[in-house]
């Protein structure tokens, strides 16, 4: 008899639990990246990349710190900035971006569809690329992607109080930026 393992420690040996898994998150990984990520081709290929890493550390996953959405956007942003890195090494050393699937033309449409959807929030993170780092990343989360601060809190590895600081601070940096609408980089205080 075959052992279970608890919670998500599991999906990385129970293919059910793994399908169950990437359907319940599916939709919100490809937004997450969408919002981030112009490119469908990109897209399609970060979300796989996201449910490989999930499935190498799907044990590190403790319900204590947050949701499984919170921890599954920290493997998301984690993905999605590892591909940046790899990218920015890559033209620094003059060869072109390679290795992507093809997509089928309907795919392609539905990526350009969700990336069209998500021009606007795309926006406001270029309006927030002025702010450090650590307060960018985590308004992100809060406002755009709609994480309470614990969750993420959680998805950065920081404690709760430092997220509520830096939201505090990012927030205040961003009062006289055009572009941005106040009420809505005053949401997500739950």
Do not use: C
Not at 50 to 77: I, M, N, Q
Not at 86 to 100: H, K, N, S
Not at 125 to 148: F, I, K, N
């Amino acid at each position: 008899m075959r052992h279970r393992q608890p919670g998500l420690a599991r999906i990385a040996d129970d293919p059910e639990a793994f399908e169950a898994f990437y359907r319940r998150h599916f939709d919100e990984v490809t937004r997450f990246l969408a919002r981030r990520v112009a490119d469908p081709h990109l897209v399609a290929d970060l979300v796989a990349e996201v449910f490989l890493a999930v499935l190498d550390s799907a044990h590190t996953y403790r319900p204590g710190k947050g949701s499984e959405t919170g921890w599954l956007y920290g493997v998301a942003r984690n993905t999605m900035l590892a591909e940046r890195r790899r990218a920015a090494r890559e033209l620094r050393a003059g060869g072109r971006l390679a290795g992507r699937r093809l997509l089928q033309p309907d795919d392609v449409v539905l990526l350009e569809e969700r990336i069209d959807a998500e021009d606007s929030a795309r926006r406001a993170m270029a309006a927030m690329a002025g702010l450090p780092e650590s307060e960018r990343a985590l308004l992100e989360l809060v406002v755009v992607d709609q994480l309470t601060v614990p969750e993420a809190a959680a998805a950065l590895g920081i404690r709760q109080g430092t997220a509520r600081v830096r939201l505090h601070r990012a927030r205040r940096s961003l009062q006289h930026v055009p572009g941005i609408v106040l009420p809505l980089v005053m949401e997500g205080t739950k």
